[in-house]
């Protein structure tokens, strides 16, 4: 293997996404992988500075879809790439794909334009693998938070999940759908199953 793999995991609010990151790369540790484990929005001083703005502050959708690209690009260059680069396996909760699903669909900005905007900053740099998540709408609504985004009404959200089938639909290869209304160690199963599977077809 000359590089790493990078492994992200997608999902609405409430599918457990950090909990489930978090069980996989303990699992892939416990059998010997290195494992960089990060998030989005986050895994940089800056992106968390960031991260803090856009949960907190009113500002615009063109605003909001910009500075979610300038945390990911701080993301992906300083954790993302040296970790990549020194072959490490690594796993990020969001990427990409929730900037499509949620300011490309859920504001409105335009699926296209979100995705060419991100491959152009990101060079196109794509997850090889990603695990989405799927629960459905009203599991969401009963698990999610209250933050600036999360208090968005349920038509957002309904068209956030529309950005990820529609992601599913154009990226067959890439996405697995993982059931995510299973008990959480069965939808742990599912995703190491389908993430070793792949490490073991690359190495
Ligand atoms: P997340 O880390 O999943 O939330 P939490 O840590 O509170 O569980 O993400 C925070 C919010 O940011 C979430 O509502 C999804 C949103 N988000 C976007 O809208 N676009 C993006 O590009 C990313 C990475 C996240």
């Known amino acids: 293997m000359n590089k790493g793999i990078f492994i992200t995991i997608e999902g609405l609010d409430g599918a457990g996404k950090s909990l489930q990151a978090n069980l996989l790369a303990k699992k892939l540790l416990e059998i010997g992988f290195p494992v960089t484990l990060t998030r989005e929005p986050g895994g940089t001083q800056v992106a968390e500075k960031i991260r803090e703005v856009i949960l907190n502050q009113r500002i615009s959708s063109k ?5 979610f690209l300038a945390a990911r690009i701080s ?3 300083e954790v993302i790439k040296p970790a990549f680069e020194k072959r490490r396996i690594v796993i990020s909760s969001r990427y990409i794909d929730s900037s499509i ?3 490309g669909f859920g504001l409105g900005l335009g699926g296209e334009e979100i995705l ?3 491959e152009r900053y990101t060079s196109a740099f794509w997850p090889q693998l990603t695990l989405y998540i799927k629960i459905g709408l009203e599991v969401s609504m009963k698990r999610r938070g209250k933050d600036r985004i999360e208090r968005r009404p349920d038509s957002y959200y309904t068209r956030v999940e529309e ?3 529609w992601l599913i639909r ?3 290869e890439r996405i697995k759908v993982i ?3 299973r008990p959480i160690e069965e939808v742990h199963l599912s995703i190491f199953r389908v993430a070793l599977d792949y490490i073991n077809r690359m190495i």
């Not at 605003?63 to 500075?67: G, M, N, R, T």
């Open 163 to 165: 950005g990820y089938n």
């Open 63 to 67: 605003v909001e879809a910009l500075l």
């Open 75 to 77: 993301h992906l260059e």
């Open 179 to 181: 059931d995510g209304e």
């Open 116 to 118: 060419s905007l991100n």
């Open 170 to 172: 154009k990226f067959p």
């Open 101 to 103: 699903a949620y300011q």
